[in-house]
């Protein structure tokens, strides 16, 4: 927990500190500011409702007590969702976009370092408590680009994220879980959901996916009607609801466990889903070296079990 997340003592002088008031020290005068007198739970999250394969999670973790959205924390209260981890431990971009303030307390008081990521169309997220940063200070960004380490600056009580998400301007903050649920992300470390209309990676992973599985699909990136059907003549196959929706119940059939010396359609989903996590491999559907190291460096710095398999447990966090 920290302080604009700790409300457990080591908030010193901090928890005075009022939003606008850091909000106007971000510096940025350039920025329409917009609603950034900070009014909470304005706006709306089913703005753009689509589950559409954009958007994914910041980290691995869990959600420490406390640490949710709205606690309260003296004279305000908690603007984003914290998720725990070990330092070191990967933070990645919740959305393509431009990194508009990177440094000390950039956004929110006593978060130590963080980065701030414009999304277009009023959206931003926050990353604060950050360790090292891995990108620049005006860098565009990918989404699931590894963009810093998760630490324990500013005033915390042990390592973790302080995750915000904003929408209809800076300083207008949603609940993250509800936010990024709304685009199919579980916060909570579980697979994503893609909905049909979808654009983005981790639908070329399925298109890979199903191409294994059978039906020759073009890794385009669109989820289209073609790949809708195919996915639905998968799901009734395996006798699931034939919805087109490829979430936690389609995810687990879906995905192949993958080790060294695989070769095929479905190697080629799992190295595009680890160049969404800035892999950098050439997408040969070889399970190579190259590959396997990438797995083991993907599983490490998610804190999962290191062995080079790419199972459920690190799908679920390929393609979260
Ligand atoms: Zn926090």
Redesign the pocket.
């Known amino acids: ?2 302080d ?2 700790a409300g457990t003592g080591h908030a010193g002088n901090g928890r005075g500190l009022r939003r606008r008031t850091v909000l106007a020290g971000l510096g940025v005068g350039a920025l329409a500011w917009g609603v950034a007198g900070g009014v909470r739970g304005s706006g709306t999250a089913s703005a753009a409702s689509l589950k559409d394969a954009s958007w994914c999670n910041p980290a691995r973790g869990y959600f420490p007590d406390g ?1 949710h959205f709205g606690a309260p924390r003296g004279s305000y209260s ?1 603007a ?1 969702q ?1 998720i725990t981890n070990s330092v070191g431990t990967a933070v990645y971009a919740a959305a393509a976009g431009t990194v508009i303030a990177r440094g000390t307390n950039v956004l929110t008081g006593r ?1 130590g370092y963080g980065i701030v990521i414009s999304h277009g169309s009023g959206y931003y997220t926050y990353y ?1 408590h950050l360790n090292t940063f891995r990108v620049g200070s005006s860098a565009t960004v990918s989404a699931g680009q590894w963009i810093a380490d998760m630490g324990a600056t500013g005033n915390v009580t042990g390592p973790h994220l ?1 995750f915000e998400t904003h929408a209809g301007g800076l300083g207008s903050v949603l609940d993250p879980v509800d936010f990024m649920g709304a685009r199919g992300v579980d916060l909570g470390g579980g697979w994503s959901t893609i909905d049909p209309e979808a654009r983005g990676e981790t639908v070329k992973v399925i298109q890979s996916l199903i191409t294994q599985r059978g039906t020759a699909l073009v890794t385009d990136g669109y989820y289209g009607p073609v790949s809708v059907s195919a996915v639905k003549d998968f799901q009734s196959s395996r006798g699931l609801v034939a919805d087109g929706q490829v979430g936690p119940v389609t995810w687990p059939e879906l995905v192949y466990t993958l080790t060294r010396g695989a070769d095929g359609d479905h190697v080629k989903a799992a190295q595009t889903a680890l160049n969404k996590h800035s892999a950098g491999l050439l997408v040969d559907g070889d399970f190579g070296a190259v590959t396997d190291s990438a797995v083991r460096d993907f599983q490490s710095v998610n804190r999962l079990y290191v062995d080079g398999v790419c199972g459920p447990v690190t799908w679920a966090a390929l393609v979260g």
């Open positions: 927990m920290c604009q997340c640490g908690h984003g914290d978060t604060g302080h």
